[in-house]
């Protein structure tokens, strides 16, 4: 039942995190067409 | 899916999506102490979406503005893992504590109380007849360790 392990946290709509940049780049977008 | 469908999703038809858009809107355009937010990403796709920060003008009061996951995937863990890294992320930041302000509406909320309880949050204070007749607004409270 919990596979939290298998679950990313990325930040929405922040791109000062480095390592997610592009996850956040992502993120961001998927908001702006929302 | 995006995250703000996924907010509108769990709120939809209720009187609390228009705040918790607005919440996600401000974390997501200009993340900062008072709003920021985390999508839950599984296989590529968000599954639910966190907006915390802390009180404006506060030291250490964390604030929990929403939680939401996706229908297929909620009891999966996902919005534990949403709180528990906000939790991680405040702590580091030097919050003693998070707090939710829930309305106690099992109606247009069902399992919220036990959803936070699961996580440690206790009623700290209500406010009865807040949102409307017989509709409190809770104060959901969960120690940070210091």
Do not use: C, N
Request: glycine letters at 12%.
């Amino acid at each position: 039942m919990h596979d939290g392990e298998k679950i990313a946290l990325l930040p929405v709509g922040e791109s000062s995190y480095p390592r997610v940049s592009h996850a956040a780049a992502w993120a961001t977008a998927a908001w702006e067409t929302a | 899916v995006p995250a703000a469908a996924i907010v509108a999703a769990a709120l939809r038809g209720t009187p609390y999506a228009a705040g918790a858009r607005e919440a996600l809107e401000r974390a997501a355009r200009a993340p900062g102490d008072e709003a920021r937010a985390l999508g839950a990403v599984r296989d590529g796709a968000i599954e639910g979406v966190v907006v915390y920060g802390t009180f404006a003008g506060s030291r250490g009061a964390g604030r929990l503005h929403v939680v939401a996951v996706s229908g297929p995937s909620r009891r999966t863990g996902a919005g534990r893992a949403l709180v528990k890294g906000a939790l991680l992320h405040l702590s580091e930041a030097g919050a003693r504590f998070l707090l939710a302000e829930l309305p106690d509406d099992t109606g247009a909320l069902p399992g919220a109380r036990e959803f936070l309880a699961t996580l440690g949050f206790r009623e700290e204070s209500r406010v009865e007849d807040f949102f409307r007749d017989g509709i409190a607004l809770s104060f959901q409270r969960r120690e940070i360790a210091g």
